[in-house]
């Protein structure tokens, strides 16, 4: 392709006529919430692991299905993220946190991150499926619609959209156990060990998307959003909220321990317990202080507290198969 093609190729994605291939590709990744994707790629290979423990694995094939459960998941959110960000731009464009995105900011045409999102979400897709098998695949693709076709419409509708929200957003982990166990076809979902995982991704994003949502009210309320902490002016509600699915976040990481042997299993509950109940500690202060430093540290916390239980669960379930 010759360089004028390359030019007037660039030039119709970006509404800048100097802005370049880099900058052009620069703000694509941009759309892709980076950090989200990195999120939801770890949770998939959590998932993996855990499902890839009780199997036997030529070498070759385990290479395919971890590197084509980690690529497909990662250009699926990818994907899904910058559809995200294309139906929303409207309301991005109102709101200071997100005012500097590159729709809002004119650094990219709509119909540029349409295409961009909807190649990398479609290639995501065929790519779990061609390496990982059809029942990652349909998973992934059942993630994209509910993320896209439910959770997003219903934000500016429902504070509910954020329970909603969270189905999506915990459903990368059985992404990763039905590549794993992509040889046991659908009966790999019936295994309780991926819906494990999906209760702890589930009860854990709702406290932490409401501190979040806490902090920025302000934004929220300007973008459209009827996120509980703009519905509810005095913050009461928002803070029993965080309470409550805190409370509920000590359960769910415990849970696991039931999937392993007695003696990891033990101290596997005892770390979870403690560390959830350090988490509830600190939401409670949510509740009695009503205080936005309080809520940031309520969001620093859960931000912490997810990887370390990720880790203690692939960590004893190691550990568990080990002695078994």
Known sequence: MSQSVQATAVESLVEAPRAGLLPCAAAIVETTKPRITRLVTITAAVGFALGAI???????????????????????AAGANSL?????????????????????????KPGAVVIAGSLLALVGVLTLWAACGPIAALVSL???????LCYTPLKPVTPLATVVGAVPGALPPVI?????????????????????????????????FLAIAWMYKDDYAAGGYR?????????????????????????????????????????????????????FGLSWRVVRSGRREDA?????????????????????AVISRVLA
């Open 84 to 108: 995200n960000q294309w139906l929303e731009r409207e309301r991005d464009a109102r709101m200071p946190r997100t005012a500097g995105r590159p729709l809002p900011e004119g650094r990219l």
């Open 54 to 76: 009780d199997r036997r694995w030529e070498l070759g094939e385990l290479l395919i299905a971890g590197l084509g459960v980690l690529a497909g998941t990662a250009l699926s």
């Open 227 to 279: 996120v509980l902490p703009v519905v509810d002016p005095t913050g009461r509600r928002t803070a029993r909220s965080i309470v409550a699915w805190s409370l509920l976040l000590v359960p769910a990481t415990v849970a696991p321990a039931l999937l392993m042997d007695a003696a990891p299993a033990s101290l596997y509950a005892l770390i979870t317990l403690i560390m959830g109940l350090g988490f």
């Open 296 to 316: 940031r540290k309520a969001f620093i916390a859960s931000i912490i507290h997810l990887p370390l239980v990720l880790v203690a669960v692939v960590a004893f």
């Open 176 to 208: 990763g156990w039905a590549a794993a166990r992509y040889t046991e076809g659908p009966e790999a979902l019936l295994h309780v060990g991926p819906w494990a995982l999906f209760a702890i991704m589930f009860v854990w994003q709702v406290p932490h």
């Open 142 to 148: 059942t993630t994209i619609l509910l993320y896209l």
